[in-house]
C-alpha cells in the first residue's frame, strides 16, 4: 500500500529573515514532500524575494495581508495532497518529518497529527527544550463538544488530513482576531476522526521575541488580553463555524480551560500586581479556577499535586523568590525542560 503525500505549506509575513530556513527544511527531507506551497500575506520586507530563490522547487502564491488564518485558507485550496502540514515561517520541520507523517496518516481513521516542537532561538540554535510536554490521544471528539478541550500541540506541530479538513474548510475568518488557524483546524478535525499523538519532536519552534527568556508568557505572539478571555471567544466562533459546516453538530455555549492557559494568567495576576499584598489578593481571585484546571489535567496525581504545591508557593513566597519559580512554568525558554 503507498504512503500518502504529504503537502507541505509555509504560511508567512513579514518573516524574511527566517523564511529560507523553513522552505529549506521542508525541501530537506529524507522523504519528499509531495509539494511545498509558500502563502506570502502581504509582506513588506524581502519575503517575496527570499521565497522566489526556490521557485523552481516550491510554489509560490502571494496575497495581500489577511492574516494566519486567510493564509491557511489560501494554502489548503491550493495543496493537492493526502495530508497538509502548515509550517510558520519562522519554525522549520526536522529532516524525518514528513516520512514519519506519511507513515502515521496511514491508518485512514486518524485525522489528526500532532507531535512536539524542539525549541530553537533566534539564530537557530537548540535551547534543549520541547513542548509540549503532554499530548492527548484518541478519539476525543466528545471533549471538543464538551468544552473540555485536550492538550494539543501549536501550529507547525500538527498533520492534517486533507480529505477531514475540507468537509470544514475555510476556517473562519475574523476582523476581530486574525490568527489561531490552528486552534479552529485542529480540534475542528478532532470531531471528524481520531487524533494520534508522537513522542518524538518532528519540527522545531523558533522563539525570537525580545526578552522572552525573561517574560512570563512563552511564545513570540503579544497577548491583548488573558489566555482564558482569548479561549473563550475562539471557543464560541469553533461553536458557531462548525454548527454551520458541520449539520447536527452541538458545541457546549462554555469552555474550561486547561492549566496550561490557567497558570499564565494566575502568574500575571500576581505579579503584575504594584505590590505583594496586591499581588496576594489577584492570586487569590484566580488560584481557584487554576486548582480547578489541575482537577481536570488528563495527568497522574502525583503531577497534579507538584503542579498545585507550584502554585501555592508561586502566590505565597517573596517576589524574588516567586517569580523564577513561577517563569520556569510559565516560559519554556526560561529553563531545559518543558512543562505545558
Known sequence: MSLPRVSVVVCNHNYGHFIADAIQSALNQT?????????????????????????DRIRLITQPNGGQISAYNTGFAAASGDVVVFLDSDDRLCPEAIQVVS????????????????LIDASGTATGAVIPTLLADGDL??????GRLFLASPGSGN??????????????????????ADFFAGYGTALLGRVKALPTALAQYRVHKAGDETSLCFGNARATAPQTRILQMRYQ???AWLTAALPGERLAHDVFP???????????????????????????????????????????????LGLAAWGVLVWLLPRRLGM????????????RSAVN
Open 103 to 118: 507513515q502515521a496518516m496511514a491508518d485512514p481513521a486518524v485525522a489528526r497529527l500532532q507531535y512536539r516542537l524542539g
Open 237 to 239: 466562533r469553533l461553536a
Open 159 to 180: 498533520a492534517y488530513r486533507v480529505a477531514a479538513l475540507r468537509r470544514i474548510m475555510p476556517l473562519p475568518v475574523s476582523q476581530e482576531e486574525r490568527h489561531g
Open 258 to 304: 486547561d492549566f496550561s492557559l490557567q497558570k499564565q494568567d494566575f502568574a500575571n495576576a500576581v505579579f503584575s500586581a504594584p505590590n505583594y499584598g496586591a499581588g496576594l489578593r489577584a492570586g487569590l481571585a484566580q488560584l481557584p479556577p487554576m486548582l480547578h484546571s489541575i482537577r481536570l489535567r488528563h495527568c497522574a496525581l502525583p503531577m497534579k
Open 324 to 335: 523564577p519559580l513561577a517563569r520556569h512554568v510559565c516560559n519554556p525558554s526560561s529553563r
Open 31 to 55: 522523504l519528499a514532500a509531495h509539494e511545498v506551497i509558500v502563502v506570502d500575506d502581504g509582506s513588506t520586507d524581502d519575503s517575496v524575494a527570499v521565497a522566489s530563490r526556490f521557485a
Open 141 to 146: 471528539a466528545d471533549e471538543v463538544r464538551s
